[in-house]
């Protein structure tokens, strides 16, 4: 009876001890995973600063900038490579502070915002249709989004930007998002309107007159980019003088033989029958 109750004893403290060793060891793990966990969170930096290389350097390649001693873009570039975590930093230009996101929905974007006039406009794209799209229409660039962190984060700006101030229509073909659709298709429509000073004078030049200006190759390129762009353009010539007028979003845009550059309220046929945009 005595030894039976040693033994009874014996088993329950050896009980006690293992049921000990098991909570601690399960305490050690979530201790030891929240430690590895932050270990692994401090290596994101979220907020990777504000980069000033577009402001300082100035390059006829932009891409011979050396972005691997930018602080910020290789931050963005390592939380871009790390499966896409999510991150953020300020890019100084002369013209205006950028913010440049990475944001991770089913797959990686890019999002760019702009505050200009009290306004915020912004454009986000997915990251695999920007490098599926540079590399198929420029392959000269396929090197920079396989490089380093920083040159990787910068050729995804680059493009981007491109892609949206170039290729509006193919933006959005990729799936891109863009804030202020109007006021960036009337600035395409005034890109293709400006061209068309150039080659008025050289089509004077070459033809002794203005004559069949509005016939000429130059004009339809412009004439076909606009109506791709949704909207319409008007012009007349005759052998010392010459107008075009297209339909902005909420006004035209009227070009002429003076030199005149105008975005106003009058009818484009009312500018085209004075041959004049004032």
């Known amino acids: ?3 039976g109750n040693i033994i009874l004893i014996v088993s329950i403290i050896v009980a006690v001890l293992l049921f000990g060793l098991a909570i601690g060891f399960v305490i050690w793990k979530v201790v030891d995973s929240e430690d590895s966990s932050r270990r692994n969170s401090s290596e994101v930096d979220k907020d990777c600063g504000t980069s000033a290389i577009f402001l300082e350097e100035q390059a006829a390649d932009i891409f011979s900038l050396d972005f691997e001693k930018d602080e910020a873009l290789v931050c963005l570039g390592k939380n871009i490579k790390n499966n896409c975590q999510e991150s953020q930093a300020v890019i100084k230009t002369d013209d205006f502070d950028l913010n440049y996101k990475i944001i991770e929905k089913d797959v990686c974007w890019i999002y760019v915002e702009i505050y200009e ?3 915020l406009n912004y454009a986000t794209c997915p990251m695999p249709q920007v490098r599926s799209y540079s590399i198929d229409y420029f392959p000269e ?7 380093s962190p920083g040159t ?3 050729a995804y700006l680059i493009m981007t930007m491109h892609l949206i101030d170039n290729d509006y229509k193919t933006a959005l073909s990729l799936g891109c998002e863009i804030s202020n659709d109007d006021k960036v298709m009337d600035n395409h429509i005034k890109a293709d309107m400006s061209s068309l000073r150039a080659a008025a004078e050289i089509y004077g ?5 203005y004559s069949g200006f509005c016939f000429s190759q130059d004009y339809l390129i412009v004439k076909a980019s606009i109506e791709e762009n949704g909207s319409a353009i008007k012009c007349k010539d005759m052998s010392d003088k010459w107008i075009a007028c297209s339909s902005l979003s909420s006004a035209n845009y009227c070009l002429d033989y003076q030199g005149n550059a105008i975005e106003t309220t009058n009818s484009c046929d009312q500018l085209i029958n004075n041959l004049s945009c004032q």
């Open 1 to 3: 009876m005595y030894k």
């Open 117 to 119: 006039d009290g306004k």
């Open 141 to 147: 660039v396929k090197e920079y989004f396989s490089g």
């Open 152 to 154: 990787l984060a910068a």
């Open 205 to 209: 030049y070459d033809n002794g007159d």
